[in-house]
Each structure stands twice: as C-alpha cells, then as structure tokens.
DNA sequence: CCTCCGAGCGCG
DNA sequence: AAAGCGCGCTCGGAGG
C-alpha cells in the first residue's frame, strides 16, 4: 500500500513496520515501511511493502530520484539488496553518524543523542550470507550483541534527534561531510563484502608448499616445517625441545646457553647461536601456516573469492577495522594470490605518506606542503636539508606524529619544530590536551573518547597529599600514554578521513564507468537499474559470476587498508578506473582542504596480479 | 568444557 | 635495533 507524493524525496528513511515487531513470522509477512522526507525532513509519504518487495521498490526509486537511504545500520539492509542485484548511490547510517554525533566538540548539545543509548552499538560486523537472508533474524540469533533497532519509529526518532543535533554544530557543514563520507563507507564496505577479492587459490597453495611443504593431512604439521624444527632441536641438543610454546622454548633456549629474555624476533636475532637461523625460519613458517594457511583458505576464500569482513568506524580514530578474515593484516608475501579474473586487471593504489600530508593540510604548514609538493616527502626533507637521509626523515616524522621522545626519533624531532612550526604546533598541542584529560578533534569533527573512570582515578590520586612516588609515576605515565593518543587521533583521524572521502568519491566514479558487454543488453550506470535478472552469471556461468549480479560486468572495488585501495575491472576499462582513481584522489583533497597547497600522490599499478614491491 | 589474557607478529 | 600510534588473529597457558 503506498500513497505516492508529488514531491521527489530529498531522504527514504527504511524500517520494520510496527505489524511486524510482534509477529515475527518468519520467510514471509515481514513488513517493511518506508517513510519519505523532503529537505526540510518533513514527512511527505508513507509506504507499506513486503521484504521481498524491498529490492524493486529501491531500484525504482534510485532511477527516479536518488533520494539518500536512512538505514539504522546498513549491514542490517544493504546486503540483501545487493543480493537482489540492487546497488544505491547514496545513504546515511544512524548507527554510524550517531557515535559521531554523540562525541563530537563541533555539536553544542549532545545531550539528546547521546541519551538515546539504544544507539550506541557500538561496531556491528556485517552479517554472513546465510543470515543476511533472513533479514529479521540477525538480532535474534545474535542476541548477546548489543544491536540497533532496525524499526521505522526508532528511525525516524533518531533521525530527528540526530537532525536537531546537526542544528547545533558549530561547524554543520563539516559535520554534514564527514556523516556522508562515513555513510559510504559502510555502502563500500558492504559492496566490497558482496564482490569479494579475486583469489587465485592455487598460487596461495603454491606459496604455501613453497615455504612449509605440501599440504599435510589434517591436523599433521607440513613436511617443511618438521624439518626445520628437527634442525633447531639438533642445534639446541634438545631432542624434545617445544618450539610451539613460548615458555617451554625459553626453558630450552636457557638450557642451551642462549640468554635471551623472551623469544621475540629482534631479541633472538641478538644471538648466533646455530639454533637461531632455522628457529626464526620456524617461527616464520608457523605464523603463515596459523595465520593464512590452508584452514584460512578453507574458510575465507569460496568461488575464487576472499570475502572478509570489515567494519567501518570500527576503530576511534574513525579507521576501519576487520571482524573475521583478517582483512588487514594479509602478508605481502600473499599478495601474488590476489589475481584478475581472465580479461580483467587489478589497478593497485596507495598514498605515499598519507598521514604527514593530512598534517600539513590541517595545519595548513606551508612549509611541510611543499617538502612533499610533487615529490617523495621524505625526501623533501633531505632536499630541504632539515635531515640527512631518507631513513632519518622518516624516523623523525614518524616519531613527531606518535610522540616518541628517546633514541634517534627523539633526537630528531626537534629539528622538525624548527622547520614545521604550525605541524608541529597542532600535534603538540593536542598531545597537551590530551595528557590534561581534554578532548580533541579531526579536521572534521571527529572527536576523541574522554578517558576512562580508570585514567581519573590514577590522575586523582597523584594529586592528593598523601600520594606517593609511585602514584605519581603512574599518573605521569598514564598522562604521556593519553597525550600520545590523542596526537595520533588528529592525524591518524584526519587521514580516515580523507581516505574515507577517496573511496566515497571512488565508488560513484566507477559505477559511472559502462559494462562490459557480454552479449546481454546492458545498462551503463549501475545504479539505474542494472537488476539480478540480466547478469552474466545466470545466463552463462560468465568467469566473473562469484561478484553477483551487481559486480560482475563493471569496475568495482575490491578492497581497502587505510590508505591504500585495489580495483577489479575489466581491461578495456582499466585505465579509465586508474584515471577515476586519480581524479577521486584530488577531489577528495579539495573537499576536505580546499586549495591548500598539499597533493596526495599515488603510487598506481595496473596488473593482473597485485603484487606489490 | 569454557573464557580470558599476554606474547608474538601480521598490517597501516 | 626499537622507539612512538592504531588495529586483529592465533596460540598456549591459566583459571573457572
């Protein structure tokens, strides 16, 4: 039932209708409302369809008028209409924006969103395929996880206390941006969940032999492996020797004669004694094989693709963060796995020294903009003769943005200060705050967690008369540990969200590119209809049918690492998506810093595998 | 049997 | 060499 309005929806905002929170039958009944805004966020139509009607009605409603989607948490609606072969071009995430809202300096009062706690979810990793059919069933089955409620009145009231907040900001308009830029995070992170990365199972098998040998039987350690550990236990002159614990290697390393105080890396490299070699080789091979080895194969990667899960605004600084799969942390060393589908290419980009320069945008430091105007900043400041060589660049700018303050770094920080007055200003003034308990916030409102109960405590204590040497080395510390938190939230939150800016701009880019034509009558933008029912996948089992129906035909984004993004397209448009990438790359920057004199170059490869260096 | 924690190491 | 920020994952070991 619907009663169509003249006007075009400025904002659709997506909901459980009231019938449904109680009866809760399931596979059919489920209804959904749709409750249509107009600029103002006035209410100016009301629609009542079935979940399975949800697709269609969205499609429609893109090729009308693009209204932006209100979603209580898009991993809750959009997976499902990705499925359906439904992509949208824009929406906003009250679950996202909320814990933005709810912290953020820029809004005056926080106090009504903040209150609605229901809210405040915290990170919600999207939902596997299987429950992702079932669209009511998430909060059931997962009932230990504090959700959001996904009904159309909680909507529309947070909606409206979020709007009311809005009102209040010093700033509205960067606030506005960052709200939007996050909202598209959640829809890449969700397309890029749908599309899954490429994946060449049988080049990760064959790294996998390569360093451990064959495949064992289950459970059984590789071949490799129990040869490298036969040698470090004939070195050690430890038969029985456990080179899986670290406790009981420690025990044997001792009995050896080998003093070390741990069993890390750095720390065993300090010795050469003729166990070390092969037990580091060891320890190497143990990390691949637990980490990304054949079960990790097993589990994360079907039909050619890896699909992890990320969860945008998963960390405070406004990063992602990963739920299952480890998306952030695959070894280069498997970077060769990543690979084309046949007559497609991955266009690999990243930015060289993204954070430094979000630095020097904010600050609008004229000086750091131009050591890394057009060139390797790092460099720059060896041209600029503020250091000597790269290596030490890079020590200092690290160690000026995460607040070292001993050895090389410490040493060479304050060069920086000499040469970078208003960069140097900006973080050390945040660190400042932070040690005095303060907040501090993004280029675009973003604001930093106030320290725990814990922090305070520890604070207090050092301040009262009786306090002694220890609570107030504890306090000190404590106070050094915030104040090198919240120098980092600026700069490592500013660059989210640039990066956040990049993939938003991104992503519209590369649905404007055409589909390839794969004998079906195509369309050429994929938000105007481009439905399941046409894909290449269920008409001729198309290489490209692990993507669905939404990314099977077109340049899409496959994954994402803070500052770094890999394209799948086919060839003919290669180019084209390494141009759209480019042109993201430099809207993004003047969007978010204007004509500040700062670039963001990228280093961009076009290849059919993605392996880097 | 379960959950929690630190060590260690992968990523930026 | 690590140092100084932010994460996730796996394992062994400890405690329930």
């Known amino acids: 039932m619907t009663n169509p309005s003249a006007a075009v929806p400025a904002w659709c905002v997506i909901g459980r209708a009231p019938d449904s929170a109680l009866g809760g039958v399931r596979g059919m009944g489920s209804m959904i409302a749709v409750v249509d805004l107009d600029d103002a966020r006035q209410r100016i139509g009301n629609h009542h369809l079935g979940a ?20 209580s948490d898009t991993p809750n609606w959009y997976p499902a209409l990705l499925a359906a072969g439904v992509q949208i071009e824009r929406c906003y995430d009250l679950r996202l924006t909320h814990a933005i809202l709810m912290r953020s300096e820029l809004v005056a009062d926080r106090n009504a969103v903040a209150s609605a706690e229901e809210w405040d979810a915290g990170p919600v990793s999207a939902p596997t395929a299987p429950e992702a059919e ?4 998430v909060t059931e089955r997962r009932s230990h996880i504090k959700t959001v409620p996904h009904d159309i009145e909680s909507a529309l009231a947070e909606f409206a206390r979020q709007s009311t907040a809005l009102q209040t900001a010093s700033d509205p308009g960067r606030l506005r941006l960052l709200l939007a830029a996050e909202s598209a995070g959640g829809l890449v992170a969700a397309e890029m969940q ?26 059984a350690k590789p071949a490799k492996m129990l040869a490298v550990a036969e040698q470090v236990r004939a070195a050690l002159g430890d038969p029985r020797a456990n080179l899986d614990s670290h406790v009981k290697l420690l025990h044997s390393l ?129 041209d600029e003769g503020i250091v000597a060589t790269r290596q030490e660049a890079k020590i200092a700018v690290l160690g000026a943005m995460y607040g070292s303050t001993t050895g090389d770094s410490g040493r060479l920080v304050p060069r920086l200060r000499t040469s970078f007055p208003a960069a140097m200003g900006l973080v050390d003034s945040a660190a400042e705050v932070g040690a005095a308990g303060g907040v501090v916030s993004t280029w675009l409102g973003r604001t930093s967690p106030v320290p725990g109960e814990g922090w305070r405590r520890v604070q207090s204590a050092a301040n009262q008369f009786d306090a002694t040497p220890a609570d107030e080395n504890r306090a000190r510390r404590a106070a050094g540990d915030q104040g090198r938190f919240t120098r980092n939230f600026v700069v490592q939150g500013t660059a989210a969200e640039w990066a ?37 996948g269920e008409t001729m089992g198309h290489v490209a049918d692990a993507s669905g129906p939404v990314f099977s035909r077109r340049a899409h984004l496959v994954f994402f690492l803070h500052d770094e993004v890999i394209v799948h397209a086919p060839a003919q448009h290669a180019e084209a998506a390494a141009e759209a990438i480019r042109e993201a790359a430099a809207s993004a920057g003047t969007l978010l810093f ?20």
């Open 194 to 219: 749908a599309a899954g990365v490429p994946w060449d199972i049988a080049e990760h098998d064959r790294i996998l032999a390569e360093e451990l040998g064959p495949r064992p039987a289950r459970d």
């Open 52 to 71: 399975d009607e949800l697709p269609t009605f969205v499609r429609e409603r893109e090729a009308q008028g693009r209204p932006r989607w209100v979603f």
């Open 134 to 137: 079932a669209l009511f069933e």
């Open 254 to 382: 001792h009995a050896a004669g080998i003093n070390v105080a741990s069993t890390s890396k750095w720390e065993l490299q300090e010795s050469n004694h003729a166990a070390i070699a092969p037990l580091l080789e060891y320890k190497k091979q143990s990390r691949l094989l637990s980490a990304n080895g054949w079960a990790w194969l097993d589990e994360w990667v079907s039909e050619g693709r890896y699909r992890p899960v990320y969860v945008p605004g998963g960390v405070v600084t406004g990063r992602w963060a990963a739920s299952g799969g480890g998306a952030l942390q695959i070894p280069r060393q498997l970077r060769p796995a990543l690979r084309a589908d046949p007559g497609w290419r991955l266009i690999s980009a990243d930015v060289a020294q993204l954070e430094p320069r979000a630095l020097a945008a904010m600050s609008g430091d004229r000086a750091m903009a131009e050591a890394g105007r057009g060139r390797d900043l790092y460099s720059g400041l060896v």
């Open 500 to 536: 956040l800016a990049w993939l938003a701009d991104l992503r519209l880019r590369l649905s404007q590119l055409p589909a390839i034509d794969d004998g079906n009558p195509g369309t050429t933008s994929a938000v105007d209809g481009d439905g399941g029912t046409t894909s290449a």
């Open 594 to 613: 204007g004509n500040a004199p700062v670039d963001f170059p990228l280093d961009l490869t076009i290849s059919e595998r993605a392996a880097k260096d």
